[in-house]
């Protein structure tokens, strides 16, 4: 007899999902979806208030990436007024996005996923806490290491988690030599610890989950992520670039997304559906064109080198072992642990930049009509801010995609396809169920419009 | 034996939640003595059992309930009130649970209004239904502890977990942020009017925070007048004072029922500033609090 199964909530991810799977008379997947259940509207919200203000509200979309979030508006605030930057004021900007980059990377490796390869996929109770009873000194170490670099943000910005130290036309305060001194120290320490972490990931995942990794959530699609003028892998600023499947790609600056980027919406998900509106139709098929990727793994396969050293040997490992572009959905938490190393290296190398303390952080800005698209990445993908101002400076019109919602389509189109590898004539269980959320964590996706 | 916890998020953003995991150290030892038994950021209780194929949604009974986020959703509020029902002891966590929050300002406009234009003509008609408005934790549910903030302080959330775990309740001190804030006054402002925040405060970076002068006074606007304390924990100032920025009242009113928009105005003419120059200022100083019908729908004019 048919019906449905109703996951819910996705646990060990950000926001408010659900899986329904609706299975046929045999027991067969009919169809498999993820039906994101809340929105709360910032795009309304933020029309109204001063530009000067929103960098304040729109760091509330989400705690995580709060601080991509806030750079991202920053960013469209300052195109609005026109400014350049001084050198410390972006570079602050930069060092801030890493460290928490650092934290979160953390939260999202072993708070959320790491539970289901370390404890087990089918373990009864799978958690950061399990982690925590069954080897303490690991467990203790993570939270620890999180709180070094959540606390090197928040000990001198003021705050972590929706902050306000970034200001349109640059950063509100100047970092003095001993407060560089304390953050170089932190740094350091977790640059050890995301080499670590590196090493966890090839023991933990690599080499026992690989035919997991090689079956599960697998499609094919193009990606989508920012990349310096040489192509390197960048999260600030930059250009967009988008890779077809097949791997031949366009680059563009982020006022030209909407040339390239729709968004459909289903009557069944407060979610969006972005897609590439010159590569073809939208549709749900796991043979459509017109879906892409964002995040880590779209990161990795968009760039071509990375910046410093270390991340860099570690992407010659990755494209030796997975080719570009590599389409294996399970290596998404890999592909953000390269990621760390290079958020690491990158933020020791602006704390090792004398420019770094110098006092002129801010060029002041003025109320002025114009529209203005902020780019930055968030761990889960390309964010993008785009607004418009009037005369005096109030916001008239939003156009907000989060990271995440790029692999609105993409994480459906995962989820259909594990959900039809592992349930079959009925037979399902919890580790298999649990299997389907695993597709879903690996995106690192967070459901919050 | 542990203290067994649901923590459940509703109109939020996971800042609380990673507010919890900012107490960093104390949390390690806090471990031993909680078992989080439905906390969908971190812990696998599903609503509708492992597989999906209950058909009533279930929360588990618990010592007590940890909620961030208002209201949005008819399913959230029906979830709010199983937790109400099966849990001892109800913590309203952060701004957005007790005032309703930053998402709270939808309550400015009609929920169509909003959807119409988010959505255009594809409005998604299979998804839980939104409530009329935001509401916050204690207009649908008696809350007996609250924690302010967005996001809380780590500092205030192991205190008030301390305190539950010897059966007692915890509340913030009725202060302000000013009596929390080190920066001099004068008891004058600088000029006469208002600016916005188009440039930074003046200040000397390497001298400590009481050197530096107070955000309004320096003609500023800040919301530290009419705003509870207990952003500094343990450092030298409050966060956005640590950040050279003026507060915006992420704490919420110093007290239930107070009125921040009447007490703000005398503070501003108290040090001689017109707040003529103040932008947005309904939105301004309900910017945490449209809950509890603080923001609502103008009528068009």
């Given at each position: 007899?048919?019906?449905?199964?109703?996951?819910?909530?996705?646990?060990?991810?950000?926001?408010?999902?659900?899986?329904?799977?609706?299975?046929?008379?045999?027991?067969?997947?009919?169809?498999?979806?993820?039906?994101?259940?809340?929105?709360?509207?910032?795009?309304?919200?933020?029309?109204?208030?001063?530009?000067?203000?929103?960098?304040?509200?729109?760091?509330?979309?989400?705690?995580?990436?709060?601080?991509?979030?806030?750079?991202?508006?920053?960013?469209?605030?300052?195109?609005?007024?026109?400014?350049?930057?001084?050198?410390?004021?972006?570079?602050?900007?930069?060092?801030?996005?890493?460290?928490?980059?650092?934290?979160?990377?953390?939260?999202?490796?072993?708070?959320?996923?790491?539970?289901?390869?370390?404890?087990?996929?089918?373990?009864?109770?799978?958690?950061?806490?399990?982690?925590?009873?069954?080897?303490?000194?690991?467990?203790?170490?993570?939270?620890?290491?999180?709180?070094?670099?959540?606390?090197?943000?928040?000990?001198?910005?003021?705050?972590?988690?929706?902050?306000?130290?970034?200001?349109?036309?640059?950063?509100?305060?100047?970092?003095?030599?001993?407060?560089?001194?304390?953050?170089?120290?932190?740094?350091?320490?977790?640059?050890?610890?995301?080499?670590?972490?590196?090493?966890?990931?090839?023991?933990?995942?690599?080499?026992?989950?690989?035919?997991?990794?090689?079956?599960?959530?697998?499609?094919?699609?193009?990606?989508?992520?920012?990349?310096?003028?040489?192509?390197?892998?960048?999260?600030?600023?930059?250009?967009?670039?988008?890779?077809?499947?097949?791997?031949?790609?366009?680059?563009?600056?982020?006022?030209?997304?909407?040339?390239?980027?729709?968004?459909?919406?289903?009557?069944?998900?407060?979610?969006?559906?972005?897609?590439?509106?010159?590569?073809?139709?939208?549709?749900?098929?796991?043979?459509?064109?017109?879906?892409?990727?964002?995040?880590?793994?779209?990161?990795?396969?968009?760039?071509?080198?990375?910046?410093?050293?270390?991340?860099?040997?570690?992407?010659?490992?990755?494209?030796?072992?997975?080719?570009?572009?590599?389409?294996?959905?399970?290596?998404?938490?890999?592909?953000?642990?390269?990621?760390?190393?290079?958020?690491?290296?990158?933020?020791?190398?602006?704390?090792?930049?004398?420019?770094?303390?110098?006092?002129?952080?801010?060029?002041?800005?003025?109320?002025?009509?114009?529209?203005?698209?902020?780019?930055?990445?968030?761990?889960?993908?390309?964010?993008?801010?785009?607004?418009?101002?009037?005369?005096?400076?109030?916001?008239?019109?939003?156009?907000?995609?989060?990271?995440?919602?790029?692999?609105?389509?993409?994480?459906?189109?995962?989820?259909?396809?594990?959900?039809?590898?592992?349930?079959?004539?009925?037979?399902?269980?919890?580790?298999?169920?649990?299997?389907?959320?695993?597709?879903?964590?690996?995106?690192?996706?967070?459901?919050?419009? | 034996?542990?203290?067994?916890?649901?923590?459940?998020?509703?109109?939020?953003?996971?800042?609380?939640?990673?507010?919890?995991?900012?107490?960093?150290?104390?949390?390690?030892?806090?471990?031993?003595?909680?078992?989080?038994?439905?906390?969908?950021?971190?812990?696998?209780?599903?609503?509708?059992?492992?597989?999906?194929?209950?058909?009533?949604?279930?929360?588990?009974?618990?010592?007590?309930?940890?909620?961030?986020?208002?209201?949005?959703?008819?399913?959230?509020?029906?979830?709010?009130?199983?937790?109400?029902?099966?849990?001892?002891?109800?913590?309203a966590?952060?701004t957005?649970a007790i005032n309703g929050?930053?998402?709270?300002?939808?309550?400015?406009?009609?929920?169509?209004?909003?959807?119409?234009?988010?959505?255009?003509?594809?409005?998604?008609?299979?998804?839980?239904?939104?409530?009329?408005?935001?509401?916050a934790i204690d207009?649908?549910?008696?809350v007996d502890i609250y924690i302010p903030g967005?996001?809380p302080?780590?500092?205030n959330?192991?205190?008030?977990?301390?305190?539950?775990?010897?059966?007692?309740l915890w509340s913030l001190p009725e202060r302000s942020v000013c009596d929390s804030?080190?920066?001099?006054?004068?008891?004058?402002?600088?000029?006469?009017?208002?600016?916005?925040?188009?440039?930074?405060?003046?200040?000397?970076?390497?001298?400590?925070?009481?050197?530096?002068?107070?955000?309004?006074?320096?003609?500023?606007?800040?919301l530290g007048p009419v705003t509870r304390a207990g952003c500094?924990?343990?450092?030298?100032?409050?966060?956005?004072?640590?950040?050279?920025?003026?507060c915006?009242g992420c704490f919420g009113p110093i007290r239930k029922g107070a009125k921040p928009m009447v007490d703000m105005m005398s503070a501003?003419?108290?040090?001689?500033?017109?707040?003529?120059?103040?932008?947005?200022?309904?939105?301004?100083l309900n910017?945490f609090i449209?809950a509890h019908?603080n923001?609502?729908?103008?009528?068009?004019?």
């Amino acid at each position: 007899m048919a019906k449905t199964l109703t996951i819910e909530p996705i646990t060990r991810i950000t926001g408010h999902a659900k899986i329904v799977v609706d299975l046929d008379d045999n027991g067969n997947v009919a169809d498999a979806k993820i039906v994101t259940t809340s929105m709360r509207g910032f795009e309304q919200f933020c029309i109204g208030r001063p530009a000067e203000e929103i960098p304040r509200i729109a760091n509330r979309i989400c705690g995580i990436s709060s601080w991509d979030n806030h750079l991202a508006s920053n960013k469209a605030i300052d195109k609005i007024c026109g400014v350049t930057l001084p050198p410390a004021g972006e570079k602050l900007r930069r060092l801030m996005q890493h460290l928490t980059w650092i934290a979160n990377k953390t939260l999202h490796f072993y708070f959320l996923i790491a539970p289901d390869y370390m404890i087990g996929p089918e373990a009864e109770s799978r958690n950061v806490f399990t982690i925590f009873k069954s080897n303490p000194e690991l467990g203790t170490k993570v939270i620890k290491m999180r709180q070094l670099a959540a606390m090197l943000v928040e000990h001198f910005s003021g705050k972590v988690i929706h902050p306000m130290a970034a200001v349109p036309g640059g950063f509100s305060k100047p970092m003095i030599e001993s407060e560089r001194e304390e953050i170089l120290k932190g740094a350091e320490e977790l640059l050890e610890f995301a080499k670590f972490s590196m090493e966890l990931a090839k023991t933990e995942m690599l080499s026992k989950y690989m035919d997991f990794i090689e079956q599960i959530g697998v499609i094919n699609t193009g990606f989508l992520g920012s990349i310096t003028d040489d192509g390197s892998w960048e999260i600030y600023d930059g250009k967009l670039r988008l890779m077809k499947a097949d791997g031949n790609c366009e680059d563009f600056s982020c006022e030209q997304y909407t040339d390239y980027i729709d968004q459909h919406i289903e009557p069944w998900t407060y979610s969006k559906f972005p897609y590439v509106k010159n590569w073809g139709e939208f549709g749900l098929q796991s043979d459509n064109s017109s879906i892409y990727r964002a995040g880590a793994l779209a990161r990795i396969n968009v760039c071509e080198k990375m910046a410093t050293p270390l991340a860099q040997a570690e992407l010659e490992e990755f494209r030796d072992k997975f080719s570009r572009p590599c389409q294996y959905t399970m290596l998404y938490p890999y592909a953000s642990l390269i990621e760390m190393l290079a958020n690491t290296e990158q933020a020791l190398a602006l704390l090792n930049d004398t420019e770094i303390t110098d006092e002129n952080v801010r060029v002041p800005v003025e109320a002025k009509a114009g529209h203005g698209v902020g780019c930055v990445e968030s761990i889960q993908g390309t964010l993008i801010h785009d607004y418009e101002t009037d005369k005096d400076g109030f916001v008239t019109k939003t156009n907000i995609i989060l990271g995440a919602t790029h692999n609105t389509a993409a994480m459906n189109l995962s989820l259909k396809q594990t959900a039809q590898t592992l349930i079959k004539e009925g037979k399902y269980d919890q580790g298999s169920i649990n299997r389907l959320e695993m597709v879903i964590r690996a995106y690192n996706p967070s459901f919050q419009d | 034996m542990a203290l067994k916890v649901v923590e459940e998020w509703f109109n939020a953003c996971a800042g609380c939640e990673m507010s919890i995991l900012n107490t960093g150290e104390n949390l390690v030892d806090l471990l031993s003595e909680l078992e989080f038994i439905h906390m969908p950021f971190l812990v696998d209780h599903k609503y509708y059992g492992k597989t999906g194929e209950d058909s009533q949604l279930e929360i588990p009974e618990a010592d007590v309930a940890i909620v961030s986020g208002g209201v949005r959703t008819q399913q959230q509020k029906e979830i709010l009130q199983q937790i109400r029902q099966k849990c001892k002891t109800l913590v309203a966590l952060g701004t957005c649970a007790i005032n309703g929050g930053i998402p709270a300002l939808a309550n400015m406009w009609k929920r169509e209004e909003i959807l119409n234009s988010i959505y255009a003509s594809s409005l998604p008609t299979e998804v839980p239904a939104w409530l009329d408005r935001v509401y916050a934790i204690d207009e649908v549910a008696k809350v007996d502890i609250y924690i302010p903030g967005c996001p809380p302080h780590p500092q205030n959330i192991t205190e008030a977990i301390n305190a539950l775990l010897k059966g007692e309740l915890w509340s913030l001190p009725e202060r302000s942020v000013c009596d929390s804030c080190p920066t001099r006054r004068e008891k004058k402002a600088s000029s006469g009017t208002t600016k916005r925040f188009f440039e930074n405060l003046t200040f000397s970076p390497e001298e400590p925070m009481d050197t530096m002068r107070c955000v309004m006074e320096q003609g500023f606007i800040c919301l530290g007048p009419v705003t509870r304390a207990g952003c500094r924990g343990d450092s030298d100032a409050p966060r956005c004072i640590r950040a050279r920025v003026g507060c915006r009242g992420c704490f919420g009113p110093i007290r239930k029922g107070a009125k921040p928009m009447v007490d703000m105005m005398s503070a501003w003419s108290s040090i001689g500033l017109s707040p003529q120059g103040v932008p947005d200022r309904r939105a301004l100083l309900n910017r945490f609090i449209g809950a509890h019908n603080n923001l609502r729908p103008l009528p068009k004019r």
